[in-house]
Nanobody, 125 residues
Framework: QVQLVESGGGTVQAGNSLKLSCGASGHTFDDETMGWFRQAPGKEREFVAG????????WYAASVKGRFTISRDNAKNMMYLQMNSLTPDDTAVYYCAAGSLSGLITSDLNDFDLWGQGTQVTVSS
């Protein structure tokens, strides 16, 4: 059974950085659309960043553009989210996700079929 596993969450002070990682057990990424989402307490899950695995095209939510960078390492079969200049508003559970529609540029969580269990990111002021 394919599973996505996130790691790298934690507690940091505002202005600092964190790097999240996402890997897959039982699966090698090929041409999926991948993404990071987050969900803060009492709020809906929201799109953060996306990347097409084959071409490496990226896109971001306006709230994180210029601060966050999504990337992937084909050889390691891993996806990453580098988060800089963190603010308390970035506090949330972060999820990685994979969608089977090749090359689809989307921020709609319904386009993603496979989800990780989430990793907590807490930013203190």
């Amino acid at each position: 059974q394919v599973q996505l596993v996130e790691s790298g969450g934690g507690t940091v002070q505002a202005g600092n950085s964190l790097k999240l990682s996402c890997g897959a057990s039982g699966h090698t990424f090929d041409d999926e659309t991948m993404g990071w989402f987050r969900q803060a307490p009492g709020k809906e899950r929201e799109f953060v960043a996306g990347i097409t695995w084959y071409a490496g095209g990226t896109w971001y939510a306006a709230s994180v553009k210029g601060r966050f960078t999504i990337s992937r390492d084909n050889a390691k079969n891993m996806m990453y989210l580098q988060m800089n200049s963190l603010t308390p508003d970035d506090t949330a559970v972060y999820y990685c996700a994979a969608g089977s529609l090749s090359g689809l540029i989307t921020s709609d969580l319904n386009d993603f079929d496979l989800w990780g269990q989430g990793t907590q990111v807490t930013v203190s002021s």
